[in-house]
């Protein structure tokens, strides 16, 4: 893996680990020698996320929109910056960037950004590995809900495993370099059927 776009918040939490588990992360990716795409904000997780790619050597690309760049919260000293249009927009350059999706702990952004990239792999649109980071059980009500939603059969089991959980960054990476994604026909193929 190149890069690995990695999706989190713009507030830092309440938790000192998050902002721990950030910092492990970008020395997880700097150590692998995996660039870090995000979403180009210089507050909150994702900003703490840049600064120690970049503090360690890292590679860290930002994509914004441009209504974002307006509100003063791009990061100013990127490797490179990309400033979209639109969120749509955003979300496509990052997928085209990456190899691989991440999401720490964040709010409704973090969680819709991850679940359109889930849903892309799910249809068969990209073959890439979408996961979580759960730093001190965060994510454990949504991967409850999940377990939930595969029992009352609303989610395939095989879609279900397109999203790797962990709780640390090495065990994330080591399951998205060995990721064998379940074969799913493409929704297009199925309409030109």
């Given at each position: 893996?190149?890069?690995?776009?990695?999706?989190?918040?713009?507030?830092?939490?309440?938790?000192?680990?998050?902002?721990?588990?950030?910092?492990?992360l970008a020395g997880t990716l700097v150590d692998r020698n995996i660039r870090l795409v995000y979403g180009g904000a210089g507050v909150g997780?994702?900003?703490?996320?840049?600064?120690?790619?970049?503090?360690?050597?890292?590679?860290?690309?930002?994509?914004?929109?441009?209504?974002?760049?307006?509100?003063?919260?791009?990061?100013?000293?990127?490797?490179?910056?990309?400033?979209?249009?639109?969120?749509?927009?955003?979300?496509?350059?990052?997928?085209?960037?990456?190899?691989?999706?991440?999401?720490?702990?964040?709010?409704?952004?973090?969680?819709?950004?991850?679940?359109?990239?889930?849903?892309?792999?799910?249809?068969?649109?990209?073959?890439?590995?979408?996961?979580?980071?759960?730093?001190?059980?965060?994510?454990?009500?949504?991967?409850?809900?999940?377990?939930?939603?595969?029992?009352?059969?609303?989610?395939?089991?095989?879609?279900?495993?397109?999203?790797?959980?962990?709780?640390?960054?090495?065990?994330?990476?080591?399951?998205?370099?060995?990721?064998?994604?379940?074969?799913?026909?493409?929704?297009?193929?199925?309409?030109?059927?």
């Amino acid at each position: 893996m190149k890069s690995i776009c990695v999706y989190c918040g713009s507030s830092p939490g309440r938790l000192e680990a998050y902002a721990n588990a950030a910092r492990t992360l970008a020395g997880t990716l700097v150590d692998r020698n995996i660039r870090l795409v995000y979403g180009g904000a210089g507050v909150g997780i994702m900003g703490l996320l840049a600064d120690a790619v970049l503090e360690l050597g890292g590679q860290a690309v930002g994509v914004i929109p441009e209504g974002l760049v307006r509100r003063e919260v791009a990061h100013k000293h990127l490797t490179e910056l990309r400033v979209t249009q639109s969120m749509h927009e955003r979300k496509m350059l990052m997928a085209e960037l990456s190899d691989g999706f991440i999401a720490l702990p964040g709010g409704i952004g973090t969680l819709e950004e991850l679940f359109e990239v889930w849903t892309w792999a799910q249809l068969g649109l990209h073959r890439k590995p979408c996961g979580l980071l759960n730093i001190a059980g965060y994510f454990d009500g949504l991967t409850a809900f999940l377990d939930h939603a595969v029992a009352e059969q609303f989610i395939k089991q095989p879609h279900h495993s397109i999203l790797i959980v962990e709780r640390e960054p090495e065990a994330l990476l080591d399951r998205f370099d060995n990721y064998v994604p379940p074969a799913v026909t493409k929704w297009m193929e199925k309409d030109e059927a």
